[in-house]
């Protein structure tokens, strides 16, 4: 069954700590990882999208990196700030079949000053 | 370009009564669909369509009802609401059905069944 895992389920932090998000995935082929932010009651911002031919992408102080074969990816929060604070969503295309999107349950991050 | 819209936003129903959840986008893109959302178990795919005139079940379609008869428009229909559809609606869409398309989502309707 094709399945994804966030871990940790929440982590609380002080400003200006780096910090990673782990995501794994139960099958190795995959289309694309995609990584969200969701503030409270609010929907989906995008945030990453790494193809499966991708090692990494960046943007600002986000860095996302994919290891298909261990079926890993990594969200790194370089000098994370309290406008972080949000729930982090990974979701992966696997292949085949059509644009269905596995999501995990979640990380929830709060920074504090 | 408004991208994604959902309509409406908030909405409480009675147990058996009907509605349907509006999701509308104008980037032309080929492929919809609908999530829902609970806590603690991510989004989970109700139904999709990869074009107009064409739709199937994802992992949790019953109790909802999908047709496509335009580009733009993918309305998710709840025939007799339950109090187990209390959750949060989210429409997507990708340009194509294929492939590794980034996925656009919707800013989500909060649905409460009493």
């Known amino acids: 069954k094709q399945e994804v895992t966030q871990i940790p389920a929440a982590l609380s932090v002080p400003e200006g700590e780096n910090l990673v998000l782990n995501c794994s995935f139960t099958?190795?082929?995959?289309?694309?990882l995609q990584w969200f932010r969701q503030d409270p009651g609010k929907g989906l911002t995008s945030l990453l999208l790494i193809q499966s031919s991708q090692r990494e992408q960046t943007s600002g102080r986000l860095n996302a990196s994919l290891d298909k074969s261990s079926g890993r990816s990594t969200l790194y929060i370089a000098a994370s700030q309290p406008g972080d604070s949000a729930t982090y969503l990974c979701?992966?295309?696997?292949?085949?079949?059509?644009?269905?999107?596995?999501f995990g349950a979640g990380t929830r991050l709060a920074v504090h000053p | 370009n408004a991208g994604v819209t959902q309509t409406p936003k908030f909405q409480v129903l009675k147990t058996g009564q009907s509605m349907t959840l509006q999701c509308a986008q104008d980037?032309?893109?080929?492929?919809m669909s609908w999530y829902r959302q609970d806590p603690g178990m991510g989004l989970r795919l109700i139904h999709y369509?990869?074009?107009?005139?064409?739709?199937d079940q994802g992992e949790v379609p019953n109790g909802y009802n999908v047709s496509r008869s335009t580009t733009e428009d993918f309305p998710l229909r709840l025939l007799s609401a339950a109090p187990s559809q209390t959750s949060v609606y989210f429409c997507?869409?990708?340009?194509?059905?294929?492939?590794?398309?980034?996925?656009?989502f919707g800013p989500g309707t909060r649905l409460t069944v009493t």
């Open positions: 369509s990869v074009g107009a005139g064409i739709t």
């Open positions: 979701a992966v295309r696997f292949s085949g079949g059509y644009n269905k999107l596995i």
């Open positions: 980037m032309n893109h080929e492929y």
């Open positions: 997507a869409t990708a340009p194509f059905s294929g492939g590794g398309y980034e996925q656009y």
């Open positions: 099958d190795s082929a995959i289309y694309n």
